[in-house]
């Protein structure tokens, strides 16, 4: 076999669930486009390639390109992940591609992850909560670099959906604060500023819309763009709030 016959390129068939619900006349369907794969080709590429030579119409999410804003995630042949960081040569030559559930859909790919992140961050009230009495001139007390990267790892999290998309426990519980929403609680309790105790914790996600719905499938852990070790964050949320309890 030549050089050239043995890199010819893979002509590769994208399934792409479409659906446009401010449309009344549109009814999901499947949509299928074929394209050369070139080296180093990413699904976002082959997306815009879609769009730019056959659908203007479809519609995808993007911003950074660079697996940091999170906008781009998407089912990709049954698992959630980002399309910006997923390229078309790990994937076989038939890609199937879907929005993500347990979003609001905007249209095809698109959904909206930043009103569900809202209302968690709202109702978990994810930000440091400081004594009354704080003087906010005052120096902050120095940090232990072994904490500090502690706190850091877990704000890696890009709230790009995809935990919540691979969480059976969403799919049944719609109130379900999910990993993000438990990580973001973890990463509070473990910051010295933060004036919350456990058994302030506790009244927020001491039941089964919180730490205790989780079925440890680990979904979450599995699919989680920046490999957070999100399973053993609630493992550790989940033995602290027994004992508050």
């Not at 076989?92 to 992140?117: C, H, N």
């Not at 919180?210 to 033995?239: N, S, W, Y």
């Amino acid at each position: 076999m030549s050089n050239e016959t043995a890199s010819a390129a893979r002509t590769l068939t994208l399934r792409i669930l479409r659906h446009n619900p401010q449309d009344p006349a549109s009814e999901p369907r499947w949509a299928r486009y074929e394209l050369e794969e070139y080296e180093g080709m990413t699904l976002f590429i082959a997306l815009n390639e879609i769009r730019e030579r056959f659908e203007p119409s479809l519609q995808f999410d993007f911003v950074c390109r660079a697996g940091i804003c999170g906008s781009c995630g998407m089912v990709v042949n049954g698992r959630p992940g980002l399309a910006c960081r997923t390229l078309t040569s790990t994937l076989p030559s038939e890609i199937t591609l879907a929005p993500l559930p347990a979003f609001k859909l905007i249209g095809d790919l698109s959904v909206d992850t930043g009103q569900w992140m809202r209302g968690m961050s709202e109702r978990l009230e994810t930000w440091i909560h400081e004594q009354a009495e704080t003087d906010l001139h005052a120096l902050e007390e120095r940090m232990e670099p072994e904490l500090a990267e502690q706190i850091y790892e877990l704000d890696r999290c890009i709230e790009c959906g995809c935990c919540i998309a691979a969480c059976g426990t969403a799919r049944m519980r719609e109130d379900f604060v999910g990993a993000v929403g438990l990580n973001k609680l973890a990463r509070f309790r473990l910051d010295p500023h933060n004036a919350r105790t456990d058994a302030d914790l506790y009244e927020l996600i001491g039941d089964d819309d919180g730490v205790f719905g989780c079925m440890t499938l680990l979904g979450c852990h599995d699919v989680c763009p920046k490999e957070l070790p999100l399973q053993t964050q609630i493992a550790f949320l989940r033995r602290k709030m027994v004992t508050v309890s």
